[in-house]
């Protein structure tokens, strides 16, 4: 292909795009208006389903499809970073120890909010279909109340506490798990991502059917997903070094030394 025949379908392309938004933009009604259509729709759905939460009933009832690519998007995305971070041939992984400086008051804190952080975390996914919140939200309180042991200066201890073979393998099984809540939907004669489990009563624990589950599995991907993520980046500024041999050889950063975990 010459580069004026991309240059044409380029433009082509340009001026397709304007079109369509430009009806798009042109169909859409007033700002401030009366009528909300979707709006009304989401919350009668929401309530025909027990959900309290309107967001999570929108998310993980009526759009369940347009959730899982987000979470796919999500899944696929920490996988090509942990890719691109591996050591390389001409790099290889050194322990790290806690020889960092770490103000009491810092270090007091971090054990005070770490618990508290942890249940929050679990708290928001589990009633994520009855109070703000959800599986997303619960999911990033959760890997970060974990990483408050980093900035405590316990990173050894972190390293224990967060085992990466598992997070991967939770990563991986709550994306099996939202799919398989999704063709369960289709396979018991519904819709794909349909509601199919008995709903219950407005605003208890236990209700609004496969929202819950579907909270619980995007909470462990986010989770998971995002201590795999911060783990490569760890990795790659304290433990993974290149060759003595290498011009590149790069100093320990972030305050924390070389040597033997402790």
């Avoid at 991502?193 to 709903?199: C, E, H, M, R, S």
Wanted: charged share 15%.
């Amino acid at each position: 292909m010459t580069r004026r025949i991309r240059l044409v379908v380029l433009v082509v392309g340009i001026v397709a795009f304007a079109a369509a938004m430009s009806l798009a933009f042109t169909g859409m009604p007033h700002f401030g208006g009366d009528i909300h259509a979707y709006r009304d729709a989401a919350v009668s759905g929401t309530y025909a389903h027990d959900t309290a939460n309107v967001v999570s009933s929108i998310n993980f009832d009526q759009r369940g499809f347009d959730t899982f690519g987000e979470e796919t998007i999500l899944f696929c995305t920490v996988v090509g970073v942990a890719a691109l971070l591996r050591p390389v041939h001409r790099e290889r992984r050194r322990e790290v120890s806690d020889a960092g400086l770490v103000l009491e008051s810092t270090g007091l804190l971090v054990y005070v909010l770490f618990p508290l952080t942890i249940v929050l975390g679990v708290n928001v996914v589990a009633h994520g279909a009855v109070t703000p919140g959800g599986g997303f939200q619960g999911g990033v309180i959760l890997s970060t109340g974990i990483h408050l042991l980093y900035v405590g200066g316990r990173y050894s201890l972190l390293r224990k506490l967060r085992p990466l073979v598992w997070f991967q393998q939770g990563e991986a099984l709550g994306v099996v798990l939202f799919g398989a809540l999704g063709i369960a939907g289709a396979a018991l004669g519904s819709a794909l991502f349909a509601n199919v489990i008995p709903q219950g009563q407005l605003s208890d624990f236990i209700s609004s059917g496969t929202v819950p589950l579907f909270n619980i599995a995007v909470g462990m991907t986010v989770c998971s997903s995002v201590i795999v993520l911060l783990a490569s980046f760890l990795d790659q500024t304290l433990a993974i070094r290149a060759d003595a041999g290498n011009d590149s050889v790069r100093k320990p950063r972030s305050g924390f030394e070389e040597g033997s975990a402790s």
